[in-house]
């Protein structure tokens, strides 16, 4: 069958062979036109500015490479190290000769054990990071964050895999070790400050036993915890604990109070018994001397020194009453007295 057949309906040959002005033995057109595709003709020199153009726009972007002024440039050629760079535009040799990688030394970033905070979002717990068993059997809550960075960026990048894992998975198992061999009372109270020091000696002896190149920067305890299941028991025990410690406070305050005072006073007493004793003593001495010298003066006249001891007695004994001195060897009548307050003996 011609290939004309499957597209003309049958009776179509007398048509075409008929009359109608026509010639009837030639070839027949199809219907349609079939496209035509031409291809190209490539030059040899054509081919090899295409080629240059590729190796220029694959070797270039891989030749140069910046380094922020918080990253450190590690290059590596063929997979082995080969050099650090510092900050500012570097070259190298293209992939897959030498890659460069630029880890950011001074950036401060941070792990969280126990929780896990994010912004907008509210607080996740993490119990079984969180959950510890202290020395004398008993569960304690511990949240807290760790802050690191990278010290060696060469260490960084070939010994460690995952450098936030190797943070958490160390944290936690230093944190347990510690919290393990404290009591939960000091765990909660007065061991916060000794358990944050332990832990970071400990975990950077543990980091750098790995050669991991991490810094440890600083570790927070967040918050220390009994389970909620018997937190409200717990609080009570150190409510009373406080109260204990209040009472005791209160009570070394009102002895530190209390002796100086007691000991100041029982100086005073002290000291002012020694000076009565002094005073009595200067006293009786000088009442002693002036007795003897009272007594040679007696010896040298006694009749004098007898009247004269009487007179001054009669004085201190009679301050306020007039006394008049009369001689034994008058009459028998009694002498008329000068009563007149000008008189010589008015005052005696």
């Keep these: 069958m011609p290939w004309d057949d499957l597209h003309e309906p049958k009776g179509s040959e007398d048509r075409f062979k008929g009359g109608g002005g026509q010639g009837g033995g030639g070839p027949q057109k199809p219907p349609f036109e079939i496209p035509q595709i031409k291809v190209p003709q490539f030059k040899p020199a054509m081919i090899l500015w295409i080629i240059l153009l590729l190796l220029v726009v694959w070797i270039l972007p891989g030749t140069f490479y910046f380094v922020e002024p918080d990253e450190e440039g590690v290059v590596t050629r063929f997979g082995k190290f080969n050099r650090t760079t510092s900050p500012g535009l570097h070259f190298k040799f293209p992939s897959p000769i030498e890659h460069a990688a630029t880890p950011k030394i001074r950036q401060v970033q941070r792990a969280e054990i126990g929780f896990r905070a994010s912004e907008g979002r509210p607080l996740q717990r993490v119990p079984a990071e969180s959950l510890m068993l202290t020395g004398d059997q008993n569960i304690i809550d511990i949240n807290l964050v760790v802050q690191y960075r990278i010290m060696d960026s060469v260490k960084y990048l070939f ?155 009669m004085e201190e004994i009679l301050p306020n009453i007039k006394k008049f001195v009369m001689d034994n060897k008058g009459s028998g009548v009694l002498p008329i007295l000068p009563l007149g307050e000008n008189s010589l003996g008015g005052n005696k």
């Design 159 to 313: 010994n460690v895999r995952r450098p936030h894992k190797l943070i958490r998975d160390a944290t936690e198992t230093v944190i347990r070790g510690i919290t393990g061999s404290k009591k939960i009372d000091e765990a909660l109270t007065t061991g916060k400050a000794e358990i944050q020091v332990m832990a970071k000696d400990q975990i950077q002896k543990l980091l750098d036993k790995y050669d991991s190149g991490l810094q440890i920067v600083a570790l927070q305890l967040q918050d220390v915890h009994p389970p909620e299941q018997v937190e409200a028991a717990f609080k009570d025990v150190v409510s009373a604990r406080e109260d204990k410690e209040r009472m005791i406070n209160e009570a070394q305050g009102y002895r530190n109070a209390i002796i100086p005072e007691a000991r100041g006073q029982a100086a005073k007493i002290v000291r002012e018994a020694e000076g009565y004793r002094e005073q009595n003593i200067k006293r009786a001495q000088g009442d002693a001397n002036r007795f003897l010298q009272q007594y040679e003066e007696y010896k040298k006249a006694p009749d004098i020194t007898r009247k004269r001891i009487y007179l001054e007695t």
